[in-house]
């Protein structure tokens, strides 16, 4: 006894919409995870405010030409679905300045290493919502005609 068409339309339907939950559970704990460290970060800053003396913890302290230390990089897959992924950038020992800085103290890695976790999340999770409305679409056009067959056996 086979499966029919629409219980095998079904099973996919189903197998679809348990992996696009699965990616949203995954995508809520990174979200989560995220605010954390970014909180962590905030009441960093506050203590170190609060024990400096607000004027001497702002933007005035940091240099007039930022160079970023990592690289976020963009590809498109060949399923469609977009891969994010991060390059740390090595500063030089030439220009002088120390290359374990105050700034690289913490979790920063963490948090960009996450932001990209989660942006490629978001992009799967966006995906599998499109795919599972297509298969939704296909599955209520199966179910018309499986219908109208019907009625027409029933006529006969």
């Not at 086979?2 to 995954?26: H, N, P, Y």
């Not at 690289?104 to 990209?116: N, Y």
Request: glycine share 4%; aromatic share 4%; net charge negative.
């Amino acid at each position: 006894m086979g499966i029919s068409e629409l219980e095998e339309s079904s099973l996919s339907l189903d197998g679809k919409l348990l992996r696009f939950m699965d990616q949203l559970e995954l995508l809520e704990e990174k979200r989560a995870t995220l605010n954390s460290l970014i909180e962590q970060g905030w009441f960093t800053m506050s203590k170190a405010r609060y024990s400096m003396g607000n004027k001497q913890v702002s933007a005035l302290q940091y240099a007039s030409e930022i160079e970023p230390l990592v690289c976020v990089h963009a590809r498109t897959l060949d399923n469609g679905e977009v891969d994010f992924c991060t390059e740390r950038v090595t500063q030089s020992k030439e220009s002088g300045k120390d290359v374990r800085s105050i700034e690289d103290i913490g979790p920063q890695e963490e948090v960009i290493e996450l932001s990209a976790e989660i942006a490629t999340l978001q992009t799967a999770v966006l995906n599998s919502r499109r795919e599972l409305r297509n298969s939704m679409k296909d599955k209520h056009v199966l179910v018309k005609t499986t219908s109208a067959a019907q009625m027409d056996k029933v006529a006969d």
